[in-house]
């Protein structure tokens, strides 16, 4: 199992590509963009594009997978997410990327994808949704912007991540979430912008 969560993106896209373990040019990944469907879609366009100059920048092999066109039907999912070995899932609203995931199907089939040797990656809302719970991120998240609020996280790592601690726009909400769960004996990692967290099987490593 594989999982690579930031904070911001890829601050290392080297680190990124030998974690992968490929060669740059059989890295193929499914973006997932559903953080961000609150936005207008003039906003989430503008969103995207930037995106994807940064991959594109970085020579980085990528296709959409919108969960939107699974609401209704799930069976397509699977199969297009395994043409990928990378599921890139981008940050936004945490509450509105679970709530994609659930109506989509996503959070039936990721752990099952992971195991099958495709790595989970992502960033800020990316990130927080890999771990056991949403609960108190509504501190730093609209929860509105979804239309049904999930407060479970997928459980794919007990790690509970905190991104964007160099932010002061987000560290009095994440110092506030580093000591609820400092008192449940739960894993938080703080990471700034410029940082990420590799995860093989159990372990696990910050860069």
């Known amino acids: 199992m594989k999982l690579y969560l930031s904070s911001y993106r890829i601050p290392n896209v080297g680190e990124f590509i030998r974690f992968i373990g490929l060669p740059k040019n059989k890295i193929n990944m499914a ?3 559903n953080a961000k469907d609150h936005h ?6 503008r969103k995207y594009l930037e995106l994807k100059e940064f991959l594109n920048k970085n020579e980085l092999n990528f296709f959409d997978v919108d969960l939107r066109n699974y609401f209704k039907n799930h069976e397509g999912l699977r199969p297009a997410l395994e043409k990928a070995n990378v599921i890139w899932v981008n940050g936004g609203n945490t509450f509105r990327l679970r709530y994609a995931m659930a109506e989509s199907g996503f959070d039936q089939i990721i752990k099952s994808l992971i195991e099958k040797g495709i790595t989970y990656a ?3 809302a990316g990130s927080i949704v890999a771990g056991p719970t949403l609960e108190g991120f509504e501190n730093a998240d609209d ?8 407060t479970d996280g997928l459980a794919l790592t007990d790690i509970i991540v905190l991104p964007h601690w160099d ?14 769960y400092k008192d449940d004996k739960s894993l938080t990692i703080p990471l700034r912008n410029d ?13």
């Open 31 to 33: 973006i997932i963009y």
């Open 195 to 207: 940082q990420a967290i590799f995860v093989t099987d159990s372990e696990y490593k910050i860069g």
């Open 167 to 180: 932010d002061p726009v987000f560290k009095s909400a994440l110092k506030q979430l580093q000591k609820r």
């Open 143 to 150: 929860p509105k912007q979804a239309p049904e609020v999930i």
């Open 122 to 124: 992502g960033d800020s």
């Open 40 to 45: 207008p879609a003039e906003i989430r366009r």
